[in-house]
């Protein structure tokens, strides 16, 4: 499981020691105010970065959001709405199957890994990376 889906460095860590797939248990919607114009924007670019770590590592990714609605316990805005839209993508981010939006969701998906094997042979990221690059990786800020 991927603590933190926002740093792909978590993913490429877990690939190199050898996982067999990425679950991101995630909590994301939409405040209420968010008009749908963002709302869109917001959920594509959460699916965008969800397959991205599929086919930068060569791995399922298993995307799991809440559902519901969570209220403001401040009273500044009407809460937040979990959109949902959970899915399961394959090792070069195709959607193997994907549940509607705001509901919830249980589905058996067969998952090849044979598959993710052959996608690593033909797109050898881990293989070809440069880690003679990587130092400034460790640090917080490249000078």
């Not at 995630?26 to 959460?46: F, L, M, N, V, Y």
């Not at 609605?69 to 199957?97: R, Y």
Request: hydrophobic share 40%; with cysteine.
């Amino acid at each position: 499981v991927c603590w933190d889906q926002w740093y792909p460095e978590a993913a490429r860590l877990m690939a190199l020691q050898g996982a067999d797939m990425l679950i991101y248990p995630t909590a994301i919607g939409w405040e209420s105010s968010d008009t749908p114009q963002e709302q869109k924007r917001q959920q594509d670019a959460w699916v965008i970065s969800q397959r991205g770590h599929a086919v930068a590592n060569g791995l399922p990714v298993v995307a799991v959001n809440r559902v519901g609605h969570e209220p403001d316990p401040s009273g500044q805005t009407n809460g937040i709405q979990f959109w949902g839209h959970s899915f399961v993508c394959g090792p070069q981010g195709e959607i193997l199957a994907a549940a509607p939006d705001d509901s919830e969701w249980c589905e058996v998906v067969e998952i090849d890994l044979t598959r993710s094997e052959n996608v690593r042979r033909w797109w050898p990221f881990l293989r070809d990376r440069r880690i003679d690059s990587y130092n400034d990786i460790l640090r917080r800020f490249i000078d």
